[in-house]
């Protein structure tokens, strides 16, 4: 914490997931606090999310919540049939119950929470009455839909990962189900970026936006990685705290060879249309290793044309629809170089500009 808030002075956002991070304990993230607050400087920005499986949520730890001001994202993959197929304790037994238990304690507390949902072969068939359970039940008003691809091993993909195309139609039937009249200002994660994409803004999300530079993941171990999603390479690590400091990590020539090639353009991309929105995805979803391209590549082109074409028809229900999402990425960054020249067919091309990520 002290080295990280010698080096770093604006807006900080630390994220705490796992493993299951409720499983550290309430005086661990106490601990944490009082070093962040004794290390930052005077009016700085400090944030904390967290990402839980919510089976071990009690009154106490979402009165915490409430107290400390966490952000807690809920794991939820569906209604119970759904979430029970893929979530089960060492006893084989679903976590439905629990983790509802989890919902309720942090209602009871008054804890607004987000919901990460995975996206698998099996529940992507039912996405339409889950879409439903996620906004009418369990009353999110923050989705986001992670694609399972087999811990990332696409080439040798079990059954449960996600077929192609599956998830374009996934995001289609939540963007047909979607309230009419979206007043109360209903966020998936993918829809908002899609939204935005279409309309030539960058989105907030790190897959979209080629921003793996914003972040770095400290592991257990004080193992540095440029992001959780690459733990299980060793080949990815940047260094380790133990050893080194943290300044000498983030701007040593491990983490600049990792992220060029994060940032390398693949040739199908750069002929791309969506490029300046897209970025070839999340490194870590690319097929055979980070040079190659996004697995859903086939899917978010689908998603992008299918909203620009909605979204060119000026249907005044379209945009009642998707009204805050719409609203949100208003605000979003204009990439600048998108308005110097438009590809013929209205998507934005890698040609047009060099521009690399710019933080969030
Ligand atoms: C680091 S994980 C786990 C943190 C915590 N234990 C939980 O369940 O939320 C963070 C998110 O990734 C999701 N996730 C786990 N394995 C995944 C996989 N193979 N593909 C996509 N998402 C995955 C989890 O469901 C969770 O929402
Ligand atoms: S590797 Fe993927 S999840 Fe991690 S920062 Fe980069 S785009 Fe985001
Ligand atoms: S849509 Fe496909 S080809 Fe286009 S930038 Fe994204 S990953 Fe690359």
């Given at each position: ?298 899917d978010r082109r689908k998603l992008f044309s299918y909203t620009k074409r909605l979204l060119d028809m000026r249907r005044p229900d379209s945009y009642l629809k998707f009204r805050s999402s719409l609203k949100r990425a208003n605000n979003y960054e204009r990439f600048s170089y998108c308005t110097k020249k438009k590809s013929p067919s209205g998507g934005y091309s890698p040609g047009e500009a060099t521009a690399q990520s710019q933080p969030k």
């Amino acid at each position: 914490m002290q080295q990280y808030f010698q080096l770093f002075n604006g807006p900080a956002c630390f994220i705490w997931h796992g493993g299951e991070p409720l499983l550290a304990g309430i005086p661990f993230y106490e601990f944490a606090l009082d070093l962040q607050k004794n290390h930052c400087s005077k009016h700085q920005r400090v944030e904390n999310l967290i990402q839980t499986n919510a089976t071990l949520i009690t009154d106490q730890w979402a009165e915490f919540f409430r107290r400390s001001g966490f952000h807690v994202g809920v794991s939820i993959d569906g209604d119970a049939i759904a979430h029970d197929a893929f979530r089960i304790d060492k006893g084989g037994a679903g976590s439905f119950a629990k983790v509802w238990s989890g919902i309720e304690a942090l209602r009871r507390h008054n804890v607004p929470f987000g919901v990460v949902m995975v996206l698998t072969a099996d529940n992507a068939e039912r996405m339409r009455s889950i879409f439903r359970f996620l906004t009418e039940k369990v009353k999110a008003k923050n989705i986001s839909i992670n694609a399972f691809i087999d811990e990332y091993q696409y080439s040798r993909a079990s059954s449960d990962t996600l077929k192609r195309e599956q998830f374009a139609a996934a995001i289609r039937d939540c963007m047909d189900e979607w309230p009419q009249d979206d007043a109360e200002g209903l966020r998936l994660r993918e829809v908002d970026s899609i939204v935005a994409g279409a309309m030539g803004k960058r989105s907030r999300a790190c897959s979209f936006n080629g921003g793996c530079r914003n972040y770095f993941c400290v592991n257990h171990d004080g193992a540095i990685y440029p992001c959780d999603n690459f733990t299980n390479q060793p080949e990815m690590k940047l260094g380790n705290l133990t050893s080194e400091s943290l300044s000498i990590i983030l701007d040593g020539p491990i983490r600049s060879e990792v992220l060029s090639r994060f940032e390398s353009i693949h040739t199908d991309c750069n002929r791309c249309q969506w490029y300046l929105v897209c970025h070839n995805g999340c490194p870590a979803q690319r097929v055979d290793g980070v040079e190659g391209k996004f697995f859903l590549c086939e899917d978010r082109r689908k998603l992008f044309s299918y909203t620009k074409r909605l979204l060119d028809m000026r249907r005044p229900d379209s945009y009642l629809k998707f009204r805050s999402s719409l609203k949100r990425a208003n605000n979003y960054e204009r990439f600048s170089y998108c308005t110097k020249k438009k590809s013929p067919s209205g998507g934005y091309s890698p040609g047009e500009a060099t521009a690399q990520s710019q933080p969030k």
